[in-house]
């Protein structure tokens, strides 16, 4: 069974800071997602990562993938509060019955 | 807006009865999934349809079922209600299975009491 560990659960970080999210999964692939989520809302596309070695940035968010070790960062430049929300990364191991097993979630909290 | 259209926003019902929640997908999408998130269990895969048929099942309920109609949209179906289904269901669709991005309508929310 696919299992899909976030770490940290909680972060909590100055505006201005960096940091890294880290999405660990335990079965081969080479598709992963990130999507964001705010309190009470939908969840919302943020990074399609089809290939290893695949980077996508978009404003201060940047994630990686590499498949070998089974793992995709999220990483944050320069902080800003808008960035509070939660963030998960989702796993697909592909095949005709494709589907999505999501991580933890990492609950960002950016404070002034 | 994902585009994907999820009715109704809240639901509140009592324990031993039946809802159906319902989906309509994005214009041109053909895979409809269905994800119960809660605090203890996260976002779980219920189910997924595609062009009409059954494609994948994840953690669901034998309690619960689903089908996607010609016009392709959804319901779930969720019978014999327990506190513990107290969860956000959402629905999500994509173009094609694989590569595309899921689109995630607001969700239901549903509360068992």
């Known amino acids: 069974e696919l299992k899909v560990e976030q770490n940290p659960l909680f972060l909590s970080m100055q505006e201005g800071k960096n940091y890294t999210i880290y999405c660990n999964y335990s079965t081969t692939s080479d598709r992963l997602y990130w999507y964001r989520q705010d309190p009470g809302k939908s969840l919302e596309s943020l990074f399609v990562l089809l290939s290893n070695g695949a980077v996508k940035q978009e404003g201060r968010l940047m994630a990686s993938l590499d498949t070998k070790a089974r793992l995709s960062t999220l990483h944050i430049t320069a902080a800003v509060h808008d960035l509070s929300a939660t963030y998960f990364c989702?796993?697909?191991?592909?095949?005709?019955?494709?589907?999505?097993?999501f991580g933890t979630g990492t609950r960002l909290q950016v404070t002034l | 807006d994902s585009g994907v259209t999820q009715t109704p926003k809240h639901l509140i019902t009592a324990t031993g009865q039946r809802v159906t929640l319902r989906c309509s997908p994005r214009?041109?999408?053909?895979?409809v999934y269905w994800y119960q998130q809660s605090l203890d269990q996260g976002l779980q895969f219920l189910i997924q349809?595609?062009?009409?048929?059954?494609?994948a099942k994840g953690n669901i309920l034998e309690r619960f079922s689903a089908q996607q109609f010609p016009d392709l949209h959804s319901e779930l179906n969720l019978s014999s209600l327990e506190l513990g289904d107290s969860a956000l269901y959402f629905c999500?669709?994509?173009?094609?299975?694989?590569?595309?991005?899921?689109?995630f309508g607001n969700g239901t929310r549903l509360t068992v009491t």
């Open positions: 999500a669709s994509s173009l094609r299975q694989g590569s595309s991005p899921l689109h």
């Open positions: 214009s041109g999408d053909l895979s």
């Open positions: 349809y595609y062009n009409g048929e059954e494609r």
């Open positions: 989702a796993v697909d191991i592909g095949g005709t019955a494709s589907k999505l097993t």
